[in-house]
Nanobody
Framework: QVQLVESGGGLVQAGGSLRLSCAAS????????MAWFRQAPGKEREFVAA????????RYIDSVKGRFTISRDNAKNTVYLQMNSLKPEDTAVFYC?????????????????WGQGTQVTVSS
């Protein structure tokens, strides 16, 4: 089993920045891919960014390209999501996810492990 704990959410004005963290513990050697998803009120969970734990390759949804950066710290078993130029439409609960297989996957049901979520609110 792998446990994921997110942190770093909060309230920020439009144009501001936040950095989310996701610390993994447990059987982390089984993790090959990690990702961030988000879910706004009344909407489905949406893929945001993915990272390959093996080679560091990344993938983003178009609406965050150039504004968000996913990265990792192998020594800390932690993945980050640096969010810049935040917009009110970025408001959502952000979830960290992990999977024991290769591939920069955008489909939530293909991830085995999930964190509890952290709220990000962007005011206009």
């Amino acid at each position: 089993q792998v446990q994921l704990v997110e942190s770093g959410g909060g309230l920020v004005q439009a144009g501001g920045s936040l950095r989310l963290s996701c610390a993994a513990s447990g059987r982390t050697v089984s993790v090959y891919g990690m990702a961030w998803f988000r879910q706004a009120p009344g909407k489905e969970r949406e893929f945001v960014a993915a990272l390959s734990w093996t080679d560091g390759s990344t993938r983003y949804i178009d609406s965050v390209k150039g504004r968000f950066t996913i990265s990792r710290d192998n020594a800390k078993n932690t993945v980050y999501l640096q969010m810049n130029s935040l917009k009110p439409e970025d408001t959502a609960v952000f979830y960290c996810a992990a999977r024991p297989k290769l591939g920069l996957v955008t489909v939530s049901r293909l991830y085995d492990y999930w964190g509890q979520g952290t709220q990000v609110t962007v005011s206009s």
